[in-house]
């Protein structure tokens, strides 16, 4: 299960070769999920008494036993071996820094043994005005961290690790086995923690931090790579109307968020927060099937973790262990016996309060005749494979429809019709479903063509081995870098884009489908990495292909017309005629006679060649060599060749692209 050196390097050989889906499948890949461990460090329980039994008393979690059972389910992690352990959320008890550094310290563990480790903020992790000790009859504030400590913390488990990660949330992605992303989302919100002195448990994405995931899908899934998402709240309803009643514990907008990122090829999400073991699967109207595995608490009965396997074929099994033993007095049961008999006796108190709260608002002895059936309800739920309600829930249940209430009779139902897959024992296929289509794409460059073709002065001592389009405007992420430039050939790197749209006038950031890195040759061909084949995009065209084609510092063209399938292969070539771009001879230069090409000077790249693309780039940068994008005739010097033959001239055009850039 482990990647040994010789087979690592094999995938590195390989990688230039084969669809990137293939070194997945050299072998198996295990992961393990853990979910809110809520870790309560035993320095912080200075004296039991009234605080902290007070403060149980609405509280579903082991937190005496906190330390036990992490010091037991992170020795079953190690022993487990897996390659990935992915973390969703809720680490800490209430953010507490010394639970973090706690936590860390374990997660450190975890990779001295072979595990690579990603995290995922929970609601209770960051800004959280609850951090305290518990002495006697008092609490006393202790240090929590804030979103910036929190990536500090945890700078080894994801964050440094990141191809790229998001600026307005803690969202990142990374590709620890060639093939095989990971897309942590940051869907908590803490910014009005200590306004509020609430920790907020609510989530959602922010309209800009959804964009960013979405084009994080386009790039893994366009290149035919797995991703798997991770957060803390549930991505969909875990039983209908989850949503209505637990309004706290799905994402705002679920439903059209999922259908989005389903569509965009995002099969798999790990969640939380919920503290139930539970698997719900979801079709959107184009079929496209998307995945919740919600895993429990570490610290609720059953105490569960999961344990994810991808075969060489690509199937993926979803099964997982509950903790087992702990070095605690447990008295005369078992740890799970005893974790089942903290929860029975701890939820009355706590279904109570909630069926007496708003949405329930019932009167106190309806609730307290609901509560038995609520709670046998939650309980089974953590649980997960539900079962049947007993003879005393069905009479409830039966009851409440008689008497006007029958919405909450409703709502248990739904718990009790447990949907599919199975909540411990599942497989699925991660395989793409489309075989690729093949693009072949003809550009030229204005700034390094030269009689009939492009020079090649910047390989191989000045092209780097990264992918040059990591950065704003373009934040691609389906690819970090390559091993070595595969031919003399090559003139740069270029960022091709598929758009699936009725027309190019209605090309924008909603209609792009797919994003790939390719090479640019000197005769105008873009290849894939190898040096000779097609590039390559798995997304089905539902209206017509259009292709946008972008280089770091030339205006980005867009084909006028939809792409034609001919012999299993969409060609294209933009430079045999002005009308190939949309725009037409505004959005090309005419380099010789019947030959068009991108043009020269976007230092910024913001579609715009401006006298800020002088002053605040070419003319900083000039007298430099190296590979700069103020070098826009790519010959490696910024000099007044740049300026003068290719900023001067082009000053004041504009990408024709319909949005402008
Ligand atoms: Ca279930
Ligand atoms: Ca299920
Ligand atoms: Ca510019
Ligand atoms: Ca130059």
Not at 177 to 185: K, N, W
Not at 470 to 488: A, K, M, R
């Amino acid at each position: 299960m482990k990647l040994l050196p010789a087979q690592l390097l094999v995938i590195l050989i390989t990688v230039n070769t084969f669809p990137s889906w293939s070194q997945v499948g050299q072998q198996g890949i295990k992961i393990c999920v853990i979910s809110d461990v809520h870790y309560f460090d035993t320095s912080l329980l200075i004296n039991d008494g009234t605080a902290f039994q007070n403060y149980l008393t609405y509280d579903r979690k082991l937190l005496k036993e906190s330390y036990a059972i992490t010091e037991s389910l992170i020795d079953s992690l190690i022993a487990e071996q897996p390659d990935i352990v992915l973390v969703s959320g809720d680490i800490t008890k209430d953010g507490e820094l010394i639970c973090h550094q706690k936590m860390a310290a374990y997660f450190e563990a975890l990779e001295m043994n072979g595990a690579q480790v990603f995290v995922s903020p929970g609601n209770h992790d960051i800004n959280n005005p609850h951090a305290v000790a518990y002495d006697g009859d008092v609490t006393y504030p202790v240090p929590s961290v804030n979103a910036a400590e929190f990536v500090s913390t945890y700078e080894d488990f994801g964050f440094n690790e990141a191809i790229l990660r998001d600026t307005a949330s803690l969202s990142y992605v990374a590709e620890p086995i060639p093939g095989l992303q990971i897309l942590s989302m940051d869907v908590c919100r803490y910014d009005s923690n200590y306004i509020n002195n609430y920790p907020q448990t609510d989530g959602g994405f922010k309209p800009q931090v959804l964009e960013w995931v979405k084009d994080r899908v386009i790039d893994a899934t366009s290149s035919g790579k797995i991703i798997l998402g991770l957060q803390h709240h549930n991505m969909i309803e875990h039983f209908t109307n989850q949503k209505l009643v637990f309004s706290e514990y799905v994402i705002d907008d679920w439903d059209n968020i999922s259908t989005i990122l389903a569509d965009l090829g995002l099969k798999v999400v790990f969640t939380g927060h919920f503290h139930a073991q539970d698997a719900v699967s979801k079709t959107t109207l184009a079929g496209n099937t998307i995945f919740d595995f919600e895993t429990g608490s570490a610290v609720t009965f059953p105490c569960p973790y999961r344990i994810v396997t991808i075969h060489p074929d690509l199937t993926m099994d979803v099964t997982g262990k509950r903790v087992t033993e702990i070095d605690y007095d447990t008295g005369s049961m078992t740890f799970q016996q005893y974790a089942k008999n903290e929860l029975v006796n701890g939820l009355p108190s706590t279904i109570i309060y909630l069926l007496t709260n708003p949405p329930f608002n019932l009167s106190q002895s309806t609730a307290e005749f609901v509560e038995p059936a609520f709670s046998e309800t939650i309980l089974a739920h953590y649980e997960g494979n539900e079962g049947s309600p007993s003879s005393n829930t069905q009479f409830v249940m039966f009851s409440l429809y008689l008497s006007g209430y029958g919405y909450i009779a409703d709502g248990m139902q739904s718990i009790w019709n447990d949907k599919s897959p199975d909540d411990w024992n599942m497989s699925t296929s991660l395989q793409p479903a489309l075989v690729p289509q093949q693009l072949n794409i003809t550009i030229l460059l204005q700034g390094p063509f030269s009689d009939s073709e492009m020079t090649t002065h910047l390989n191989p001592e000045f092209l780097p081995l990264a992918q040059p389009y990591i950065d704003l405007p373009w934040n691609y992420s389906g690819l970090s870098s390559v091993q070595q430039i595969p031919s003399p050939d090559v003139v740069d790197w270029v960022l091709v884009e598929t758009h699936d749209a009725p027309d190019a006038a209605s090309v924008s950031v909603n209609s792009l489908v797919g994003r790939r890195v390719g090479w640019l040759h000197n005769n105008g061909n873009i290849t894939a990495l190898n040096g000779s084949s097609n590039l390559q995009f798995y997304h089905e065209i539902k209206q017509a292909l259009f292709v946008v084609v972008r280089h770091r510092n030339h205006l980005a063209v867009l084909s006028s017309s939809p792409l034609v399938l001919s012999g299993g292969i969409y060609t294209y070539d933009y430079t045999t005629d002005a009308d190939k771009a949309f725009g037409g001879i505004a959005a090309q230069a005419e380099v010789i006679p019947g030959k068009w090409a991108l043009i020269a000077g976007d230092a910024d790249a913001d579609g715009v060649i401006s006298q800020m693309d002088k002053t605040d780039f070419w003319s900083v940068f000039s007298g430099k060599s190296g590979y700069l994008k103020e070098d826009f005739n790519l010959d490696s010097q910024v000099d007044n060749l740049d300026k003068n033959d290719c900023w001067r001239i082009n000053l004041g055009e504009n990408s024709q692209l319909p949005a402008g850039k």
